[in-house]
């Protein structure tokens, strides 16, 4: 959802790019005064009661005219979005992050960013066995009606977000630039392709430059916007082995690929699995231990349903369609003719804060197809 209010806009872009604030400050005062044109208007009639710095003073009450001139035209191009923590379009796996960030800048397609997903990352210097593990889990994991999540790197990284591209799957790449900017440049055409295709992800204004601090805190993001994270290779001093941690403490699942005794980029992987992360050989084991969660959002699922009734058959069979009657509405809409997920929120009624949730669980589930450019239809030959 856009910001329509250009007052509010600049309000966000100016928060955005003053220095010295943090994301759980800037969420705590924008909530608190009801919304971040109020909050900036409170903290430059009080800056002392807000605690605001000489530096972040300054940038808020004369933000670059120039700077914020380019992110409104920017914006202003379409399938390019701010996605603020209190938009409806936030992911809401990343919102229960306490480090998430207050706003999002995407190029793509938002509601792919609340979509499941599983993040796989490995070593920029990936051997040709890890960039083939990278591609394989991808397409499998793509198959099953996961997307892909990763970082945009050499390596490993890239190899995964062209799988799932190849396979007609769902990628998100998590940036350490604005998003004006591509690190590393080789990556243009993949990178202007998952925009196309599918998301990219910055917490970071545009202009931003990729500086060794912001990879640690793109890290963070992937680990929050998925289910688990996938470790194909690493080093003992991988950034690989930063988002799994990340991963573990913000209680998501941590998966890792064990390797040759020989090979130092199983190392990582190793001593992930020593800590505790499970040891995976194919996709099938991911999903296994991915299912507990799944079934979780369905139970979830049905249970804010008033329309389930006791005595509806239950879901998560082949044989059947999920009772809840969004689940049916929504399958009654869909046709063989693949739909965005808009064109499926409009057909069905169904929200798509619901969609995003609902459309990958009928996939697990055989009922629905998700094909190119993230548009879903019923699977053929599969009646209601």
């Given at each position: 959802m856009l910001i329509n209010d250009p007052v509010e806009l600049e309000a966000w872009l100016t928060w955005l790019r003053a220095p010295g604030i943090?994301?759980?400050?800037?969420r705590a005062l924008v909530t608190r005064e009801g919304g971040a044109?109020?909050?900036?208007?409170?903290?430059?009639?009080?800056?002392?009661?807000?605690?605001?710095s000489a530096r972040t003073q300054a940038a808020l009450r004369a933000p670059d005219a120039g700077l914020l001139a380019r992110e409104r035209a920017w914006l202003a191009q379409p399938g390019h979005a701010v996605v603020t923590f209190d938009d409806p379009d936030y992911p809401a796996l990343l919102g229960q992050s306490p480090h998430a960030p207050a706003?999002?800048?995407?190029?793509?397609?938002?509601?792919?960013?609340?979509?499941?997903a599983i993040a796989i990352v490995g070593s920029r210097n990936a051997t040709p066995t890890g960039l083939a593990h990278a591609r394989d889990f991808a397409r499998a994991l793509c198959a099953s009606?996961?997307?892909i999540v990763s970082g945009l790197a050499l390596g490993a990284d890239a190899a995964a977000h062209e799988a799932a591209l190849g396979?007609?799957?769902?990628?998100?790449?998590v940036c350490a630039t604005g998003l004006d900017r591509v690190y590393p440049e080789r990556h243009r055409a993949l990178a202007e392709r998952i925009a196309r295709e599918g998301a990219l992800v910055s917490e970071f204004p545009l202009g931003t430059p990729a500086r060794a601090p912001h990879f640690p805190r793109r890290n963070r993001i992937i680990a929050a916007l998925a289910l688990g994270t996938l470790v194909v290779e690493a080093s003992l001093r991988s950034g690989s082995l930063i988002t799994a941690r990340l991963a573990a403490e913000s209680g998501r699942e941590v998966f890792a690929l064990p390797g040759s005794l020989q090979n130092?980029?199983?190392?990582?992987?190793?001593?992930?699995?020593?800590?505790?992360a499970t040891l995976v050989e194919c996709a099938g084991d991911v999903l296994e231990q991915l299912r507990p969660l799944v079934a979780g959002l369905r139970a979830e699922l049905d249970a804010d349903e008033p329309d389930a009734q006791p005595g509806d058959a239950p879901s998560g069979t082949n044989a059947d369609p999920p009772a809840d009657a969004e689940a049916r509405r929504l399958l009654a809409a869909l046709g063989h003719d693949?739909?965005?997920?808009?064109?499926?929120a409009a057909r069905s009624g169904v929200p798509i804060a619901r969609l995003a949730a609902l459309l990958p669980l009928l996939e697990l589930e055989g009922l629905v197809e998700c094909l190119a450019g993230a548009r879903y239809a019923r699977v053929r030959?599969?009646?209601r």
């Open positions: 943090g994301d759980r400050e800037l044109y109020p909050a900036l208007r409170a903290a430059l009639a009080a800056p002392a009661a807000f605690g605001l706003a999002l800048f995407v190029a793509g397609q938002v509601e792919l960013l609340s979509l499941p009606g996961l997307g396979c007609g799957g769902r990628t998100i790449a130092p980029l199983a190392r990582g992987c190793h001593r992930l699995i020593r800590d505790g693949p739909v965005t997920v808009d064109e499926a030959g599969r009646a």
